[in-house]
């Protein structure tokens, strides 16, 4: 029993041990739990604090993430930019080489022009003083300039003093004689049926047929002087009424002779220098005489070609060629013109608008100016506005008569330039005229059939009265020579009336005598030239420029 209570005892304080050791293990498990709940609380803490932890690093992972693909895009476009930078880098690195060629080539050229420039500037230095000296010449040689011009201004008014004393001495009436060319239309028809080909209209070409064409037409005219073509000689052969050849020849002897194959620049040649003295402030008149159909509106007017142009074109033009030529001696002028026609003694104006034959013009002299009342006057600017002037006239005849070329025949036409001049140097000035004109056919009374109509045969008496009254004006100005008071018949005729001032003794006549080539005009002929020798044989005073000088 004692050891059975030894053995409860021991039991019991097993017991009692065990139930402190399992109160101690209670309060251990509590503290333990307790302790296991805050490890818990701690662990669903520190779990909410991953949690957010991981949030932010995943925010913070797709942050780093989408700056990564940021910085690869940037990085790629930085690698671009690179590769660009590269190549411009390649493109800047092979200019850089070629431009340090250039630059090594470009420092030698330098160094060369450095050089050049040195050698420049000592030459310069010389230059400097040369250029000095030169202005100093310059200034003499501007000086000796000024005293050239006016020099030559003074040579000038010599040579045209001298000009004129050539033209004095020439006489102040001339005369030219002029032979037109066989036309085809002078060969009568029975003739001209026998040529071959066809005809031209002036009958240069000397085939057979026209040889012989041109023996049977052409009178028999000589030209023996071919130095100085002044004579010609008319010749005639006829039978008398025994039957013997009566053989005559007829000499004339002119200033100048013209042949058939003469050209129009051929006679201008001896005009000019008479057309341009009215540049000088001469009157100069210029006729065209012979009978109808001679080639004396050829002569004066001419035709539509430059070639075929006659002595109003050309006259006009070498006036305003002077006129030009003089501007640089300073010279101005101022040019008109103005076209009448003389018929049955009454004035038309050939540049009007009135019906012709109707207006009254009156001719006025005044201080050796003549002017004609109400007619066109128009101011020339230029040598063309002539043609104009003269296919107006012509349409104003057209329409006048139905048959021009008859109109033409029996009346005068005067185209008359007038200019004047003022020197602006030297305050000089002149007034001159030049006239142009073209007279009505010569024909006697019985070649031009003006015995069956009244009309034709007062023009015809007309033509003769106004042809003759020229020819009495001129033959008493060269009586004039010796009496000063002789009494010149201007009035006698419209015509020499109107050209009082240009053929007294203060101007300059030229008479153009038109021959027709043909041997049935042989007697006009003759008798044109006899009038013109009687022109020719005048002398009339010494011709004076009108010209002032302005105070
Ligand atoms: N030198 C010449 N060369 C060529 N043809 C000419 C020449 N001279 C005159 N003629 C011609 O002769 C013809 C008559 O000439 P123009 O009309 O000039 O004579 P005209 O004397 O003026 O006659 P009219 O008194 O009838 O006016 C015209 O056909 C003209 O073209």
Redesign the pocket.
């Known amino acids: 029993m004692e050891m059975e209570k030894t053995k409860v005892t021991e039991l019991q304080s097993n017991h009692l041990n065990l139930e402190r050791n399992l109160a101690a293990a209670r309060a251990h498990e509590l503290v333990q739990k307790r302790e296991l709940n805050s490890a818990a609380d701690e662990l669903e803490s520190l779990k909410r604090k991953y949690s957010r932890e991981t949030e932010d690093l995943s925010a913070d992972l797709r942050k780093k993430e989408r700056e990564l693909r940021e910085a690869t895009e940037d990085l790629r476009l930085a690698r671009a930019d690179l590769e660009r930078e590269r190549e411009s880098v390649q493109t800047l690195k092979t200019t850089v080489e070629s431009q340090s060629t250039a630059h090594i080539t470009l420092t030698a050229q330098n160094n060369a022009l450095t050089t050049q420039l040195a050698a420049l500037r000592s030459s310069l230095d010389y230059s400097s003083a040369d250029a000095s000296n030169m202005r100093m010449e310059l200034e003499t040689l501007r000086k000796r300039y000024t005293e050239l011009e006016s020099e030559i201004r003074e040579a000038e008014m010599v040579r045209r003093k001298l000009h004129n004393t050539i033209q004095e001495l020439k006489g102040n009436i001339r005369v030219f004689c002029?032979v037109?060319?066989l036309?085809s239309?002078d060969i009568p028809p029975e003739l001209s049926l026998t040529i071959t080909g066809s005809l031209s209209?002036?009958l240069k070409t000397n085939t057979e047929d026209i040889k012989r064409i041109r023996e049977q037409c052409l009178a028999q005219i000589d030209f023996p002087d071919q130095r100085d073509h002044k004579e010609i000689v008319l010749k005639s052969s006829s039978e008398s009424a025994m039957g013997q050849e009566r053989k005559e020849a007829w000499n004339f002897t002119f200033d100048k002779v013209f042949e058939?194959d003469?050209?129009?620049a051929d006679v201008f040649e001896d005009i000019s220098q008479l057309a341009q003295s009215c540049t000088d402030g001469y009157n100069v008149c210029i006729f065209?005489y012979?009978?109808?159909?001679?080639?004396?509106?050829?002569?004066?007017?001419g035709?539509p070609t430059e070639e075929?142009a006659g002595m109003i074109p050309r006259a006009v033009e070498q006036v305003f060629q002077v006129a030009e030529y003089m501007k640089s001696k300073g010279w101005e002028y101022k040019m008109e013109g103005q076209f009448l026609e003389i018929y049955n003694e009454t004035i038309n104006d050939l540049l009007g608008k009135g019906e012709f034959d109707k207006k009254k013009h009156e001719i006025k002299h005044d201080k050796g100016s003549t002017r004609v009342t109400d007619v066109v006057v128009v101011p020339l600017k230029s040598s063309s506005q002539v043609r104009t002037l003269l296919s107006m006239a012509q349409s104003r005849r057209t329409v006048a008569s139905t048959l021009m070329?008859?109109r033409?025949?029996?009346s005068h036409s005067v185209f008359t330039l007038r200019i004047t001049g003022t020197n602006v140097h030297s305050g000089e000035s002149c007034e001159g005229s030049l006239n142009l004109v073209?007279?009505?056919?010569s024909e006697r009374l019985n070649s031009s059939g003006a015995g069956s109509d009244k009309d034709r045969l007062k023009e015809t008496q007309n033509i003769n009265k106004s042809l003759s009254a020229l020819a009495d004006v001129i033959a008493a100005l060269g009586e004039k020579g010796e009496k000063s008071d002789k009494h010149i018949p201007y009035r006698n005729s419209k015509l020499t009336y109107l050209l009082q001032n240009s053929l007294s003794g203060n101007s300059k006549t030229l008479m153009v005598l038109?021959l027709?080539p043909l041997a049935t005009h042989l007697g006009e002929s003759l008798c044109s030239l006899r009038f013109a020798t009687k022109v020719n044989n005048t002398t009339i005073g010494t011709a004076k420029r009108t010209t002032r000088v302005s105070s």
């Open positions: 002029r037109r060319p036309l239309s209209s002036a058939s003469s050209t129009q065209a012979g009978q109808t159909g001679s080639g004396k509106s050829f002569t004066m007017e035709g075929t070329n008859e033409s025949s029996r073209d007279l009505a056919g038109n027709s």
